[in-house]
């Protein structure tokens, strides 16, 4: 994995492993022709960013898609009272955001 040369490293992570995982990280940057720093950062970095996408992604079955959409299209209701008093509440104690 390509990374650009512009980005600072000024942060270290250190991780203590077995023996056996370390050869396995070794010879895996081996066969891709990198470090094991290089390789780790590398694939770390597109699998955490894979698990954040999952994370953030909202995956909707057809009648979830549908009752969505009609609430999005639904004319907007009055807010609640309690909803003004807060925000009441907010305007006269809060000066600065």
């Known amino acids: 994995m390509v990374t650009p040369s512009n980005y600072t490293r000024t942060s270290r992570l250190v991780a203590r492993i077995s023996p056996e995982d370390k050869a396995l990280l070794e010879r895996a940057a081996g066969i891709e022709g990198t470090s094991v720093a290089a390789f780790i950062v590398g694939h770390g970095r ?13 995956r909707l079955n057809q ?3 549908q009752r969505f959409v009609k609430a999005l299209l639904a004319p907007m209701k009055a807010p609640a009272k309690r909803l003004k008093d807060a925000l009441a509440l907010h305007r006269a104690t809060v000066t600065e955001c």
Request: proline share 0%; charged share 25%; glycine share 0%.
């Open 63 to 65: 009648v979830e898609s």
């Open 46 to 58: 597109s699998a955490a960013q894979e698990i954040v996408r999952q994370h953030d992604t909202v």
